[in-house]
């Protein structure tokens, strides 16, 4: 299974990338545009209800954080 790892594309989660390359862990990058409100839409607000970047999700298991 592939690691989802939801960012922006002009300030990708570097440090996320950089573990999974190290671990070499299959992952692919789904751009969110913040500047647009992306990250307010309803769809990645199931996976992020705080509306914030990055998320990391594997299969079922979604992990984030709260930085507000």
């Known amino acids: 299974m592939v690691v989802k790892v939801y960012g922006p594309d002009f ?3 570097k ?3 950089v ?6 862990v299959e992952f692919e990058t789904v ?6 409100g992306q990250n ?3 769809e990645f ?3 992020q209800p705080f509306g ?3 998320v990391i999700q594997d299969g079922d ?3 984030f954080g709260n930085f507000q």
């Open 19 to 24: 573990c999974l390359i190290e671990k070499e």
């Open 61 to 63: 298991y979604t992990l």
């Open 31 to 36: 751009p969110i545009d913040i500047l647009k």
């Open 40 to 42: 307010k839409d309803p």
């Open 45 to 47: 607000l199931k996976l």
């Open 52 to 54: 914030v970047v990055p």
């Open 15 to 17: 440090r996320v990338l």
């Open 11 to 13: 300030a990708s989660p």
